[in-house]
């Protein structure tokens, strides 16, 4: 597999997978839960939440650590924000049972940004597997990814360390044979597969394989990869299947770096810039 047999991701090829309709409400857009954050990575889970809010996803929940759910609740305000129990490592863990209530009747639940792996999550991944939503598993969540049922694909987007990591291999490996490795983990893992990077290639477990070029330079910045997961998960709350919120959030994300790259200047601009510019590219669609 290379490149040049991958399906273009561009404006054309997503008029033909139009997104759901709107609606008339916040409830008609779905409802979208991000858990993650820690103490020393805070922001992780507003620049998510903010981007599906973004994406047009009609209600947002984060549960994230309870050192910092106070100040993001207010820094989010259009988000409920439950927090959750700390361990000594400053990491999210087990012991906040209103979290199961949280992630009942959510169209997506986007899992990982700003966590790093443990067995607390390990437990979340295989909670929310079990929910008819979609599941987005980013940064912490990425090393322990189940094999998800057949019908509700999980959505994985991993970077090449991250993939090189999920397959044991090195760096070098996967940006060597990107489309192999990709492959290999959509099948394992009944996902679908968003391997980040100047060139991101999306593939289905079914062998579907999708690449996007039209991406910035300055999009390889802290926190655009959480901006990208929650476009993904606000895409999928809206109804969008896995594939179609994974290909429009790889295209708007790109698209917004492609604006701010022309305003602000190619390298400098910020992740949590990027969320800003999604309303104005999705009217083009309108």
Do not use: Y
């Not at 490795?181 to 099948?187: D, F």
Request: proline fraction near 6%; hydrophobic fraction near 50%.
């Amino acid at each position: 597999m290379d490149d040049a047999a991958a399906r273009q991701l561009d404006e054309s090829a997503l008029r033909g997978k139009p997104l759901p309709a709107p609606g008339e409400d916040k409830e008609a857009r779905g409802r979208v839960c991000v858990i993650g954050g820690s103490v020393t990575v805070p922001g992780a889970v507003r620049l998510a939440g903010e981007a599906a809010l973004r994406a047009g996803a009609g209600k947002l929940q984060i549960a994230t650590a309870q050192g910092i759910s106070q100040v993001l609740a207010i820094t989010v305000p259009e988000a409920l924000v439950l927090p959750l129990r700390v361990a000594s490592s400053g990491e999210i863990a087990a012991g906040t049972p209103a979290l199961n209530e949280l992630l009942q009747d959510c169209g997506s639940i986007l899992i990982g940004p700003g966590m790093a792996a443990s067995p607390f999550l390990a437990r979340l991944v295989r909670r929310a597997a079990a929910l008819p939503g979609t599941v987005v598993l980013d940064a912490g969540a990425l090393v322990m990814p189940l094999r998800a049922a057949p019908e509700v694909p999980f959505v994985l987007t991993p970077h090449a360390g991250e993939m090189a990591a999920l397959c044991g291999v090195s760096r070098d490996e996967v940006t060597a044979a990107p489309w192999q490795h990709a492959l290999h983990i959509a099948e394992a893992t009944r996902s679908i597969v968003v391997l980040k990077g100047r060139r991101t290639r999306i593939v289905t477990p079914g062998g579907e394989c999708w690449l996007h070029t039209g991406g910035a330079t300055g999009l390889g910045t802290s926190g655009s990869g959480d901006v990208l997961a929650g476009l993904i998960a606000g895409f999928a709350a809206r109804g969008a299947s896995a594939l179609d919120a994974a290909l429009w959030g790889v295209w708007v994300h790109g698209q917004a770096g492609a604006r701010l790259a022309g305003s602000v200047g190619s390298l400098g601009f910020l992740a949590r810039e990027l969320g800003a510019e999604v309303p104005a590219i999705l009217d083009r669609f309108a």
